[in-house]
């Protein structure tokens, strides 16, 4: 398949297990943070242009905040009801179509977003087996990842995929001079927050 230009992930059910305390946090694992840190630093490598990467959610989550400004992404969208609402605005900052960016989702919210993108890996949760049928038969899925750390799974296979894979992990053993070219300039990076209920 063509390869993507933009990231969007979606937060509960991706990142985690859909799991929540009484406050709204969660937790995430290092293993998927260092997928799309590995899927950034391939995509710089190999085509020498920024991989955007955003996290869209319903909610917002103090957790997801934290992890978008620790690793530097570039938008974090929360109370997003309508998904397909983050579509001109990630299309003006990024200046990248729709049709050229990746979405990991795992649930009904996240279908009006799937038909607007183009590559769909939707997480195979055992709780939503029925929903996931609904989501093939609207052919609203490109890939099926499996839990747990679906973002770090799908990230290697799209690295693999593409051929990147070892290089990548190569050069970031190495902490090569391309990779700390790449790593300073993902810390340039100060993410765009904003509340999508207004």
């Known amino acids: 398949m063509s390869m993507i230009r933009g990231i969007v992930l ?14 709204g ?3 995430f ?4 943070t260092m997928g799309i840190n590995l899927l950034r630093f391939a995509h710089y490598l190999h085509t020498d242009s920024w991989l955007p990467v955003a996290v869209v959610t319903g909610e917002r989550n103090l957790t997801a905040e934290h992890l978008v400004h620790r690793e530097h992404f570039d938008q974090f969208l929360f109370y997003a009801r309508d998904k397909t609402k983050t579509i001109p605005f990630l299309e003006d900052r990024w200046g990248i179509k729709a049709s050229s960016w990746g979405f990991v989702f795992d649930d009904v919210l996240d279908f009006g977003l799937a038909e607007k993108v183009g590559r769909r890996a939707m997480v195979t949760w055992p ?3 029925h929903t996931q049928r609904l989501a093939q038969a609207k052919g609203l899925v490109d890939d099926w990842v499996d839990p747990p750390n679906p973002v770090r799974r799908w990230c290697e296979h799209y690295l ?3 051929g990147w894979l070892e290089q990548a ?3 970031r053993q190495s ?13 340039e990076r100060e993410p765009e927050c904003l509340d999508l209920s207004r």
């Open 160 to 162: 693999h995929e593409q």
């Open 169 to 171: 992990v190569a050069e």
């Open 175 to 187: 902490w090569s001079a391309r990779y700390q070219a790449y790593w300073a300039l993902r810390n």
């Open 25 to 27: 946090q969660s937790v």
């Open 127 to 129: 709780a939503t087996a």
């Open 10 to 23: 979606d937060w509960d059910g991706v990142w985690t297990d859909g799991t929540k305390s009484a406050e």
């Open 29 to 32: 694992s290092e293993h998927d």
